[in-house]
């Protein structure tokens, strides 16, 4: 079984910042990518960034400049530092991995529990 714990979460106002951490622990052979993705009542989950293992990144528009995915694959864990954080950024940000079990042929989708970030004065 693998399990993803994300930590980070909190409430904070607009211009701030928080970082996000997930990590990956159990039958873990090999990670690929890696993502952030978020959700808001009655919306869709959208990506918020991802990066491969190789350490390439792809972020949503709205957040380009603002923040960074990063990964320490010793650690199994990826990050998402958020900057000048907006009112809009507010959801519950979920931790996303691709994983290849021992023994296994292909990656597999798993997901943290998420954490919440409030953006607001």
């Known amino acids: 079984q693998v399990q993803l714990v994300e930590s980070g979460g909190g409430l904070v106002q607009p211009g701030g910042s928080l970082r996000l951490s997930c990590a990956a622990s159990g039958s873990i052979f090999r990670i690929n990518n890696m993502g952030w993705y978020r959700q808001t009542p009655g919306k869709q989950r959208e990506l918020v960034a991802v990066i491969t293992s190789g350490g390439s990144a792809n972020q949503l528009d709205s957040v380009k400049g603002r923040f960074t995915i990063s990964r320490d694959n010793a650690e199994n864990t990826v990050y998402l530092q958020m900057n000048s954080l907006k009112p809009e950024d507010t959801a519950v940000y979920y931790c996303?991995?691709?994983?290849?079990?021992?023994?296994?042929?292909?990656?597999?989708?798993?997901w943290g529990k998420g954490t919440l970030v409030t953006v607001s004065s």
């Open positions: 996303n991995a691709q994983i290849v079990n021992f023994g296994g042929l292909y990656g597999m989708d798993y």
